[in-house]
């Protein structure tokens, strides 16, 4: 009912609006032809009579700059006293000129004025320099649920405003996102928001690449977007590390989403399959979303998912000496400090284990650390493992380890007042309690959703051979012209 209401009041704004502009049209038109007969009478004002009628309806703007070219040749004619016209039909059509001009200015504070956010800065701040009264803002944020959006703005965020000289709120226009924006709108006499979503479009594009000295690079020259090459690394960051495992004439394919509003290209989608040559090994990725969770993650063509699951506890532990905080007071510092990870108590000598697929990054001594080894995992996770007793003397800095592997055992060296395992984890180098923090989920593609995926799949994969063999036969064709 209320929505119904809503649409209604809207709509006769639209119309009231709509007869504004009837009256203006209807004005300018009587303007126009009572001018017309002034400026045709001289040869100069007669190019500018004709294009005047040729012009289809201009907008607000033009039709202001026609209307001060008209008085401008009205004085024109009027200095060199070439006017067909009596003075008093001369005053007449001056007073329809002015009239017009009146009305225009009168109506025309329907013009949007945009505002972009300072940091430090709030709406508040906002509303003075837009001159605008402050009790308007409290109207403004009990103008509708939609409004919330507003409690969250940002720096170079941008606000449009609709105010009257009053600095009473008519409208406020603010982009959410590429696909949405919010607008408040006073319509009989209420401020109403409501949030509005934009035709988006989604286009397929693909692109691929041959690396001569690195992904980025390589990925650049083919023209992707710095998005897309982050999510590829992402996507096969558990298998490949981009750092270092890259060898010359590795190559990719990658289809991907390309995000269209109105034509114009607005941003990169999601990636939709890939294929990465690592030293001749080939990995593919396929992305999938769970009709049930409607989760989309990226597969391999067999349903295993891309990405490794971690262990929760990377010992086992007798307890939990000391949990994360960001302020404890530390036993052997007698200070507080915050403590960014979890202790395990075990006994000494008990085997740590890698909390999942990894590298080893760091292997040695770091201050009241004492022993120290650092695992990487993906692009985005990095665990921690301290005080440790000894390591695993087959592992070195560089050394694959699988998730579980012993990867040093429990010990009491740097500042530690008994054996145990401080654990660090970190997502995108920020430590998180790994007590809580989400971790990846690594499940395959369910059973019973099997059939679905591969039916879904099979076309795109087919589409991502297509673009390969495609990109193969023209390096093949380079080279052998070169
Ligand atoms: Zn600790």
Do not use: C
Request: proline share 3%; aromatic share 8%.
């Amino acid at each position: 009912m209320s929505l119904i209401n809503k649409d209604f009041r809207l709509n006769q704004h639209k119309n009231q609006q709509r007869g504004y502009l009837r009256i203006r049209w209807a004005l300018l038109a009587i303007t126009f032809a009572g001018i017309t007969a002034v400026i045709a009478s001289t040869n100069s004002g007669h190019n500018k009579a004709e294009e005047i009628t040729t012009n289809t309806l201009p907008t607000f703007e033009t039709a202001k700059l026609t209307l001060d070219k008209l008085s401008e040749d009205l004085k024109e004619s009027r200095a060199r006293n070439s006017f067909a016209l009596s003075l008093p039909q001369l005053q007449a059509q001056q007073k329809l000129l002015d009239d017009a001009n009146n009305r225009i200015t009168n109506q025309s504070p329907r013009q949007w004025r945009e505002f972009q956010v300072k940091s430090g800065d709030s709406l508040a701040h906002l509303f003075k320099r837009a001159k605008i009264k402050p009790q308007q803002l409290d109207e403004l944020m009990k103008s509708g649920k939609a409004v919330k959006t507003l409690r969250r703005i940002f720096p170079k965020d941008i606000i449009r405003v609709l105010s009257g000289t009053n600095g009473i709120l008519q409208a406020l226009r603010y982009d959410i996102d590429h696909k949405s924006y919010l607008m408040v709108e006073r319509t009989s006499g209420v401020l109403v928001a409501k949030t509005y979503n934009h035709q988006i479009e989604t286009r397929q594009a693909h692109a691929s690449g041959v690396i001569n000295s690195s992904l980025f690079l390589a990925a650049q020259e083919a023209g992707i977007s710095q998005n897309i090459i982050m999510e590829l690394a992402n996507i096969f960051g558990w298998d490949i590390d981009f750092a270092l495992d890259i060898r010359k004439g590795d190559n990719f394919t990658v289809l991907y989403e390309e995000l269209f509003r109105n034509g114009e290209k607005i941003s990169d989608g999601n990636i939709l399959a890939a294929e990465f040559t690592n030293n001749r090994k080939i990995y593919r990725a396929v992305r999938y979303t769970n009709p049930q969770t409607n989760r989309s993650e990226y597969f391999t063509p067999d349903g295993k998912s891309m990405r490794k699951a971690f262990l929760r506890t990377p010992v086992n532990f007798t307890r939990i000496s000391s949990r994360f905080t960001t302020s404890r007071y530390h036993p052997v510092l007698h200070k507080f400090r915050s403590h960014k990870g979890v202790d395990y108590a075990a006994k000494r000598g008990t085997p740590i284990h890698s909390a999942g697929d990894g590298k080893i990054i760091f292997k040695g001594r770091k201050g009241g650390y004492g022993r120290v080894m650092i695992v990487q995992h993906g692009t985005k996770y990095t665990t921690l493992y301290a005080h440790l007793k000894t390591y695993n003397r087959k592992l070195r800095i560089g050394s694959k380890v699988k998730q579980g592997q012993t990867i040093a055992y429990v010990g009491s060296s740097g500042l530690a007042t008994g054996p145990h395992l401080h654990y660090e984890f970190r997502v995108n180098g920020v430590h998180r309690n790994p007590l809580t923090v989400k971790l990846p989920i690594s499940s395959p593609v369910p059973k019973r959703y099997m059939t679905d995926f591969e039916l879904t799949t099979s076309p795109v994969f087919a589409q991502l051979d297509l673009v390969t063999r495609a990109q193969q036969i023209a390096l093949v064709d380079t080279t052998t012209t070169q």
